[in-house]
């Protein structure tokens, strides 16, 4: 079953700054794990996330399994996105 994807604020500028083969990349992906996202993602310990790596960048990702919805929490450079993890706990 595909899963529909919400994408917070975050996510949204983070893509905006990055250059376009970066972001396509990065919405490439997001859009085809869409049909078996569990495939593709890693829990993450502490919080109820999972995290998507691609390449150099890692998404964070919330999934409600009763909407089947993947909520795209936030993406950042791979050296700077357990920052948020530990700021948000």
Do not use: C
């Not at 376009?20 to 794990?33: C, F, H, V």
């Amino acid at each position: 079953m595909i899963y529909h994807i919400i994408w917070d604020s975050q996510p949204r500028d983070f893509l905006k700054k990055l250059d376009n083969r970066d972001a396509l990349r990065i919405i490439n992906k997001i859009n085809q794990i869409a049909d078996n996202p569990y495939r593709y993602l890693e829990p993450l310990a502490g919080i109820k996330s999972f995290k998507l790596r691609i390449g150099k960048h890692r998404v964070l990702i919330g999934m409600n399994e009763k909407n089947k919805t993947m909520n795209i929490l936030v993406i950042g450079h791979r050296k700077n996105i357990y920052k948020y993890i530990w700021k948000n706990k």
